[in-house]
């Protein structure tokens, strides 16, 4: 399956400052302060599985610091050097894509759902740009995290988009470990929890999620450091950009009111090292006394929708379910009342009136005073329409993050090499093809006449659906996909082809092609042209007899291996998996 792991990234002003208008987020970087960035990809290094796109979207707190911002990580990037295809998005990126939308069609309304600045947007965007490179699997990552298991990403990807239980798994959840390798949270109960016992809550929903059996199971909660998410999901499901905090759990509300049920996976972790908060109690109180008012004002102004689910906030027990009962209100008023009065016999005046102030806000400000299941079905469409506008003019927007892919300049080097082979060079990467392994000299030389060299750039088309300049290609190293598209222009991947393979064997048998392939990386391959391969048979019949022996075995082979495929995904199908 296409793969994009995603790293957003958050930078602020010099020294953390922060003005009115800025964006909030627990702990940026300060574009003059040391990053996370860096020791979460240096540990990448280690991970066996490889083939996937790294994007980086950079989520600056304000203009200002863009430029700089993107400096820095692209500064990191290089440090680390990473050998996985790597792109970073940029403010400038989205802005530009916005453009594209509006000027194909899109209303300028519709395209402002697309922004970088608060975590909702920031997931849609993680979300938006998988979109964009075309991924069936995308895995969101936070820039605090550590990666210990090598087995990370087929772990990952090991349950998406199959059948458990008889339901499809489009969202997968793992879980956060702490620097004592511990899923707990690491904090100290203190008596202002009392009643707003969240991480008690937690707790409960942790040891009956993550510490039972089976492995996988449906979950009421999720992180969004570590959520992985299947294409049938993200092209229909946004985040909430109304949502300012918890926009995970929100997320997971949002899909089940839409059909689709996240799973946890048992054995799924990431070490998360977040730098200290520096926020005040009683700001954070406050964000959480937000979030869960409006998550659940979002359950109660449901209604009965055509393909909708209807939710209720047990379906969420323990955790977040306990803070979106009826008993909410009371919990913030003897909560802040507790916070309070701390804070007055610390001396911390400032706090005190902080934590009241909290009461009101809860009362006056904090409870959406719009439909917020009807606000987020408005999203929902928009999301939507932003998804199609996208696919049909994928090739366009493409290019825009082809501007940011920090790998184009790896590949400079393999063109030059390729552009300037000699014959002789050319006669040796003949012999090296394991086809080729029982050939005379002499009839290694004969295919070196009618044998040319090619590199192919990440994502250049080698073969278009309906061309009839057919050719026999043996690939020397690097990967191309082999894909249809549907109605919607949407592209469908039918095999992936690697070193030591071979496409355009059909064509034998062929006037033209039916399929279109897609380099997935730079590729090398030897190139033969049907024309100049059929002139050879004929005219060196034992030489001939060969090529056409290795072409029809290659086809063969090819058709064996799809006819084992098809059958082997019927009874997939027709069998839900038994995880116990």
């Given at each position: 399956m296409r793969t994009t792991l995603v790293i957003p990234t958050y930078w602020s002003r010099e020294n953390n400052?922060?003005?009115?208008?800025?964006?909030?987020?627990?702990?940026?970087?300060?574009?003059?302060?040391?990053?996370?960035?860096?020791?979460?990809?240096e540990s990448m290094k280690d991970l066996d599985n490889k083939k996937f796109k790294?994007?980086?979207?950079?989520?600056?707190?304000?203009?200002?610091?863009?430029?700089?911002?993107?400096?820095?990580?692209?500064?990191?990037?290089?440090?680390?050097?990473?050998?996985?295809?790597?792109?970073?998005?940029?403010?400038?990126?989205?802005?530009?894509?916005?453009?594209?939308?509006?000027?194909?069609?899109?209303?300028?309304?519709?395209?402002?759902?697309?922004?970088?600045?608060?975590?909702?947007?920031?997931?849609?965007?993680?979300?938006?740009?998988?979109?964009?490179?075309?991924?069936?699997?995308?895995?969101?990552?936070?820039?605090?995290?550590?990666?210990?298991?090598?087995?990370?990403?087929?772990?990952?990807?090991?349950?998406?988009?199959?059948?458990?239980?008889?339901?499809?798994?489009?969202?997968?959840?793992?879980?956060?470990?702490?620097?004592?390798?511990?899923?707990?949270?690491?904090?100290?109960?203190?008596?202002?929890?009392?009643?707003?016992?969240?991480?008690?809550?937690?707790?409960?929903a942790f040891d009956k999620i993550i510490s039972c059996d089976p492995r996988i199971k449906m979950t009421p909660f999720a992180f969004g450091g570590l959520m992985v998410i299947h294409k049938n999901l993200f092209k229909t499901v946004a985040f909430d950009p109304d949502v300012t905090r918890g926009e995970d759990i929100d997320y997971l509300i949002n899909s089940k009111m839409f059909g689709f049920d996240f799973f946890l996976d048992n054995k799924l972790n990431i070490k998360h090292l977040p730098p200290k908060k520096n926020h005040p109690i009683w700001k954070r109180l406050r964000e959480d006394i937000y979030r869960f008012l409006y998550e659940q004002a979002k359950i109660r102004s449901q209604y009965e929708v055509n393909n909708m689910t209807m939710v209720k906030a047990k379906n969420f027990d323990p955790y977040p379910g306990d803070f979106l009962t009826d008993d909410l209100e009371d919990k913030i008023f003897k909560t802040n009342i507790l916070l309070a009065l701390e804070y007055l016999a610390d001396g911390d005046i400032e706090g005190c009136r902080e934590s009241i102030k909290n009461i009101y806000l809860s009362k006056f400000d904090a409870v959406p005073t719009d439909d917020p299941f009807t606000a987020y079905r408005r999203v929902q469409r928009t999301w939507v329409k932003i998804i199609e506008a996208t696919s049909k003019h994928r090739t366009i927007i493409r290019r825009e993050m082809e501007v940011n892919n920090l790998s184009h300049s790896l590949r400079s080097l393999e063109d030059i090499e390729i552009s300037s082979l000699t014959k002789e060079e050319i006669i040796d990467r003949i012999k090296k093809f394991s086809d080729f392994k029982d050939l005379s000299d002499r009839e290694v030389e004969l295919l070196s006449q009618i044998t040319s060299v090619r590199g192919y750039k990440k994502d250049e088309v080698v073969i278009q659906i309906g061309d009839t300049n057919l050719e026999f290609m043996m690939i020397i190293k690097g990967c191309v996909r082999i894909s249809k598209y549907n109605d919607s222009n949407e592209e469908i991947n039918l095999a992936t082809i690697c070193s030591n393979g071979v496409i355009g064997e059909t064509s034998i048998i062929k006037e033209k092609y039916n399929v279109v392939g897609i380099a997935d990386e730079f590729t090398e391959m030897l190139v033969m042209k049907k024309a100049d391969l059929e002139g050879l048979i004929q005219a060196d019949a034992t030489l001939g007899v060969k090529m056409l022996y290795i072409i029809l075995e290659r086809l063969y082979y090819k058709l064996n291996k799809t006819n084992l495929l098809y059958r082997e995904k019927i009874m997939q199908d027709e069998n839900s998996i038994d995880m116990h």
């Open positions: 400052e922060w003005h009115e208008g800025d964006a909030v987020y627990d702990h940026p970087t300060p574009i003059n302060g040391d990053d996370t960035l860096g020791r979460t990809l790294l994007v980086i979207p950079i989520c600056p707190t304000c203009k200002e610091v863009e430029a700089e911002s993107e400096r820095r990580v692209r500064e990191i990037v290089k440090k680390v050097g990473l050998n996985i295809e790597t792109y970073i998005f940029t403010a400038e990126n989205l802005r530009n894509i916005q453009k594209i939308l509006i000027e194909q069609g899109l209303s300028e309304n519709d395209a402002n759902l697309l922004d970088i600045h608060g975590y909702s947007n920031v997931r849609n965007i993680c979300l938006y740009v998988s979109h964009v490179l075309s991924a069936e699997v995308t895995i969101l990552i936070d820039d605090d995290e550590i990666f210990e298991n090598p087995k990370f990403v087929d772990m990952a990807k090991e349950y998406i988009g199959k059948r458990i239980y008889g339901k499809s798994v489009y969202g997968v959840a793992g879980y956060y470990l702490n620097k004592y390798d511990e899923f707990y949270d690491d904090v100290t109960m203190v008596p202002w929890m009392t009643y707003w016992d969240r991480f008690g809550s937690k707790t409960k």
